[in-house]
């Protein structure tokens, strides 16, 4: 018979142990990532006779836990996929923590070279950042190769026609319909776009549009005219002194931890680690001193955490929107080495997390 708070249960558990060795390697305070040995532990959660149960007394649920089952088979689903690549996983973090690049002789990590990169004003020395970075990412690349191909291959053997398919289902989300809505939006927004990222390129890079590289992007993005405005030992005040004008005491909500020390394998994505909701939260930021880089970013993560602290029902689950942490961002935006997205499958190993899109 289906123990469906046993699963609850356990899938509470599993979380706050996922997270915490996900939060872990992305905030630099360990390079091995062991996220295997944690599937494995809670193997019984993530098999096809669970989701197969989950599923089928879901479908005569009606109301609040029809939809709290929908969702309970999303996350065992989604969690199955990632069981089947956990070793693939952690080989990428674990080698991705541990690269490092040779910058004028000297080698800092993967990692703390894309801050390095974005904040590079000598374009000719942004772009030999670039490519050293571009070295590092074909050496990462067949691993993220293998785990796409066997994620795709995991959606086929569920019973799908392809791995789009299979989060279609799941997520309720049909991206045929996305693409009809989006796509007339690219078209008429095209020649818009081109202008002015053209006029900022120009402006910031003295290059075209049509020259430009994925480091001067970065680097144009990045606004250092702002840097008087947003000081790097200025950051927390300020956003502190932010939230208390909306009304919010940051500091009086003892279970948000802002983790924002300077570590060089510390990823330079910001996230949210929930390791525990709605005890133990850590927003996790590099400080950059800068405000697209650093002050918004800060900005964003403490918006994801609020759903940290929604309500929570009678057994002390949360109602609200789980945030984005880093277990979920660790692999998502491939890129190919210049930065050029693409939505086909891999045919080469051209595919990398970028953490900084």
Known sequence: MLDLERIRSDL?????????????NGAGLKDKLESSRIYTKFAHLFNRDTIDQVYKYGKTAKGEDERRLTYLRAFL??????????????????EESQATVEIDRENISFRQ????MGNEQNRARRSSIFDARNKVIERLNP???????VLHRTARDLGHANYAALYEDIKGIKLADLDAILRPFLQKTRNLYNSAMGKLIQDKIHVPLTEAE????????????FDHYFKKEDTIRTLIQTLAGMGIDLKAQKNIQLDVEERPKKSPRAFVAPIRIPSDIKLVILPRGDFFGGTRRLRNTVSRSRPCTAPRDNKGR????????????????????????????PVASQIHCDEEH
């Open 214 to 225: 994925k480091h001067d992007t970065t680097y144009a993005f990045r606004a250092g005219e």
């Open 77 to 94: 689903v989604n969690d199955f996929m990632e069981n089947q690549v956990k070793e693939l996983s952690d080989k990428f973090l674990t």
């Open 113 to 116: 070279s894309a801050v390095t």
């Open 143 to 149: 691993t993220l190769v293998e785990r796409t191909r």
């Open 318 to 345: 949360s109602t609200g929107r789980v945030p984005v942490s880093w277990r979920q961002v660790s692999h998502r935006g491939f890129r190919l080495p210049h930065g050029i997205p693409s939505n086909k499958p």
């Open 12 to 24: 509470e558990e599993f979380t706050t142990e996922i997270d915490q060795e996900y939060y872990l």
